[in-house]
Nanobody, 116 residues
Framework: QVQLVESGGGLVQPGGSLRLSCAASGFTFSNYDMSWYRQAPGKERDLVAV????????NYADSVKGRFTISRDNAKRTVTLQMNSLKPEDTAVYYC?????????WGQGTQVTVSS
C-alpha cells in the first residue's frame, strides 16, 4: 500500500522557518521524482519544488527560490522542504507528490500558516 505522510506544518510568524517532511512507503522511492506542491484557499495547486530521481535535478518555483530547499534521502525514503524567510503568501496546504513515468501519488497535505 502506497503511503506519503507529511509532517512539520504549523503556524509561524513572517520571517520564520519551518521544515516539512514526507515519509514514503509502498513503492520504489528512488525511482520516483519527488515534489512539493501547495494549494492556497481558492487557488490551484502549484508546484513548489521537485527533486528528480535519476540524475538528481532540483528545480524551484520562482516565488520560493533562495528561500526554500528541497532534499531527498533515498535510504530513508524521505523528502524534506526547508522553508526560510516565510511570507504570508506562503500560507497554504503543502502536499508531497511522487511520480514516475506511469503514475503519481499524493500525500494528505499539511497546513502551513504564516501570520503575525
Amino acid at each position: 500500500q502506497v503511503q506519503l505522510v507529511e509532517s512539520g506544518g504549523g503556524l509561524v510568524q513572517p520571517g520564520g522557518s519551518l521544515r516539512l517532511s514526507c515519509a514514503a512507503s509502498g513503492f520504489t522511492f528512488s525511482n520516483y521524482d519527488m515534489s512539493w506542491y501547495r494549494q492556497a484557499p481558492g487557488k490551484e495547486r502549484d508546484l513548489v519544488a521537485v527533486a528528480t530521481s535519476f540524475g538528481g535535478s532540483i528545480n524551484y518555483a520562482d516565488s520560493v527560490k533562495g528561500r526554500f530547499t528541497i532534499s531527498r534521502d533515498n535510504a530513508k525514503r524521505t523528502v524534506t522542504l526547508q522553508m526560510n524567510s516565510l511570507k504570508p503568501e506562503d500560507t497554504a496546504v503543502y502536499y508531497c507528490y511522487a511520480r514516475d513515468s506511469w503514475r503519481g501519488y499524493w500525500g494528505q497535505g499539511t497546513q502551513v500558516t504564516v501570520s503575525s
